[in-house]
């Protein structure tokens, strides 16, 4: 009897081995498995045959993926294939907001404080992607004569951040009391643009004529005012000038330690503080 019964536990312990070791495996139904929502990509939709996503890549139509709606990510991130850096400006919508998504070119701080129209009741961007892709494309400020462009870079990026408030431009323009300012003549300089009328130049207010409501006051800025690096700032592009300089456009710049009396540039005319 003894060895029957030990036979018997011996029995049951096996198959209770077996439940708890072999039964299959129960487990729990996550909802958040292939369920996940897709954020798609913004992209942009002017272009017949390349478009630009909100990543900064630039692809056609037929690569973009079919769910996130991104181009793939290869090629070069943030690209500004024949774009002009120094005006900020390109001959190609798309890469026009590829390159202007660039950090290192487009302030996402300044751009969600921006307008998107002048008036005071005017939304803000809620994007760089969404400045972009708006200040990317033709303007008033890109064509002359109403239905020609200036240049063949007609797609800018550039912030309009050195334009100022009715208010800020009287002030300045108070800060020029005694000072007589000058339009000089093709690859003039300011010393001698001054040293003509019998005055001399002020070398500090160069910096009060850097802004784009006092310049545009003197100058037609028909090509726009952009921010651009040189000694002969501020100036106006000649309408001769090669077309990748943006000829009628007026040029401000950010880097005040280079403003010069002396500085000149060949397809330039300086606005110019005489006395």
Do not use: W
């Not at 019964?5 to 081995?17: G, K, Q, V």
């Not at 969404?130 to 200040?135: E, M």
């Amino acid at each position: 009897m003894e060895v029957c019964a030990s036979s018997s536990s011996r029995r049951i312990y096996l198959l209770i081995l077996f439940i708890f070791n072999f039964s299959p495996t129960i487990t729990a139904i996550r909802k958040d498995v292939s369920f996940q929502t897709l954020h798609p990509c913004k992209t942009t939709v002017q272009g017949r045959y390349l478009l630009s996503d909100e990543n900064g890549y630039v692809c056609n139509a037929v690569s973009v993926n079919s769910r996130s709606r991104c181009c793939p990510p290869k090629g070069e991130k943030f690209s500004c294939h024949e774009c002009n850096l120094l005006s900020q400006c390109c001959n190609s919508y798309e890469y026009c907001v590829s390159c202007c998504l660039n950090p290192a070119l487009t302030s996402k701080e300044q751009v969600l404080k921006m307008k998107v129209a002048k008036p005071a009741t005017a939304r803000t961007y809620t994007s760089v992607f969404d400045y972009c892709a708006g200040r990317c494309r033709h303007s008033s400020e890109s064509v002359v004569h109403e239905n020609a462009y200036i240049s063949d870079f007609h797609h800018c990026f550039s912030l309009p951040s050195n334009s100022s408030s009715g208010k800020n431009s009287t002030l300045i323009e108070a800060r020029l009391n005694g000072i007589n300012v000058v339009v000089g003549r093709q690859g003039e300089s300011c010393n001698s643009v001054c040293k003509s009328r019998g005055q001399l130049c002020v070398p500090n207010k160069l910096a009060v004529l850097n802004n784009c409501d006092i310049i545009q006051k003197y100058m037609s800025c028909k090509g726009s005012c952009l921010s651009s690096v040189g000694s002969d700032q501020p100036a106006e592009v000649v309408y001769d000038a090669p077309m990748h300089l943006n000829p009628g456009s007026c040029l401000y710049t950010e880097t005040v330690s280079m403003l010069s009396c002396d500085g000149l540039h060949q397809h330039t005319r300086r606005l110019c503080p005489c006395a």
